[in-house]
């Protein structure tokens, strides 16, 4: 299981990069959010910045498992329950890639020309050649464990679907003008902002 416990290894750096990553994109997305020119706008990127923020969660819960399966190497047997759900998990979070790759591309629309384009830009380079990597590390532990394993229930088949909802979403992604007027609040509607949209 020498394949499998290298793959597992490779699928811990990437997905601990993308957690960095993602910290660093919602960071950027955050003031985005704050002072978007309308609700279409600020709904499209707080929807973005909400489903990053599940995945998040579902990294800082995913990367310690990860940990412990690589120190214990009696833990990567296919007769190992779970081992199998961990499997489970990573094909999930290689879905959650994809989507984090989706969202670098659709925000590159929005940046483009901003100070926040390089950055992007860069996470967008990175999380490509992860996603390549994490589809070439599952086929080795598939391989490992002699027999393909079947993640149909957990992980969504049809990921051009999601892709569409994002694009019927660009729309309201309007680039920035320059400079961005500011605009007055009008009377006293309550400002939805991150805060107000996470905890409402």
Not at 44 to 54: G, K, N, S, V
Not at 87 to 107: A, T, V, Y
Request: glycine share 4%.
């Amino acid at each position: 299981m020498h394949d499998a416990h290298d793959a597992l290894a490779e699928v811990s750096a990437i997905l601990g990069r993308s957690k960095e990553a993602l910290g660093q994109f919602q960071a950027i997305l955050e003031p985005t959010i704050e002072q978007a020119v309308d609700d279409h706008e600020r709904l499209y990127w707080h929807h973005i910045y909400e489903e990053e923020e599940h995945r998040f969660d579902r990294l800082a819960a995913l990367l310690p498992k990860l940990e412990e399966a690589l120190a214990d190497e009696a833990f990567l047997s296919r007769e190992n329950g779970d081992f199998l759900r961990l499997l489970q998990d990573i094909s999930l979070e290689k879905f959650g890639l994809h989507n984090f790759l989706e969202h670098l591309d659709l925000s590159l629309f929005h940046y483009k020309g901003t100070e926040h384009e390089p950055a992007i830009a860069a996470l967008r380079d990175m999380t490509a050649a992860d996603y390549q990597q994490m589809k070439a590390a599952l086929e080795t532990l598939n391989r490992a464990l002699d027999a393909p394993l079947s993640f149909d229930a957990s992980v969504p088949t049809d990921e051009k679907e999601h892709q569409k909802d994002h694009l019927k979403l660009a729309q309201y992604a309007v680039p920035p003008s320059d400079p961005a007027p500011v605009r007055p609040s009008i009377g006293t509607r309550r400002q939805l902002t991150v805060g107000s949209l996470k905890h409402g």
